[in-house]
């Protein structure tokens, strides 16, 4: 079967300025997920989906394929992932005439994944054949505890339709997870059907402690630090 890595790295980072090449730990930020899928021998190609020249040319200098440019329509702050990613598609099938089985989605801003994680989407989804695979960890905060600002007086709860989901023990709340960016696989067929997710998912599970998204200069500092 065919696999390709794709990055999505666009410029247009408010919290921090050109954050995915922003230094981290001696080298761009990019340059860590990159190197990273490189080490994996069961992928065919590593792609960055970038609309910037620089942010592209880093990343070919860390051994990237750079083989378009996005289009700045779909790499502004309401761009969704489904678009880069059947972007990527659409050029592989329609200008290279070339097909992969799945793509798998690394994101520059979980730069310190643990080994391996690559392989494992990989052998989960050439056994269970899902039509994505995600990484997620333990909510730190449950949902059944959250509440929605409805106006300037009121709240309300998030999930209606259990009775005062906020006084179940804590023990009898259900499992639930949040998604990290540590890694994604989404089939071709899903991506084919317009989505990202489809209904068969799969998760690989990630210690919450071991979870360093960036978003934030403070997010970076822990990132280094811990």
Known sequence: MSYAVIIPARSGSKSIPKKN??????????AHTIEYALKSKQVDRV???????????????YG???PFLRPK?????FSQDFDFMFHALNFFEKEEKTLH??????????PRRRAGLIEEVISIFE???????????KVSEHPYRVWLKKNKLEISQVIPEINEPFNIPRQKLPEMYFQTGDI?????????????TGDKVIPVFIDQQLVFDIDTPEDLIRAEND
């Open 184 to 196: 994604e696989l989404v089939s071709r067929e899903c991506l084919l059907s317009g989505s990202v």
């Open 127 to 137: 056994k269970y054949k899902p039509s994505s695979i995600r990484a997620v960890t």
């Open 21 to 30: 090449i922003t230094p981290f730990l001696g080298r761009p930020l990019i």
């Open 47 to 61: 792609i960055v989906s970038t609309d910037s020249e620089e942010i592209a040319e880093i990343s070919r200098n």
């Open 64 to 66: 990237a394929e750079t």
């Open 101 to 110: 089985d799945a793509y798998v989605l690394l994101r520059p801003t979980s």
């Open 73 to 77: 329509e779909i790499a502004n702050d």
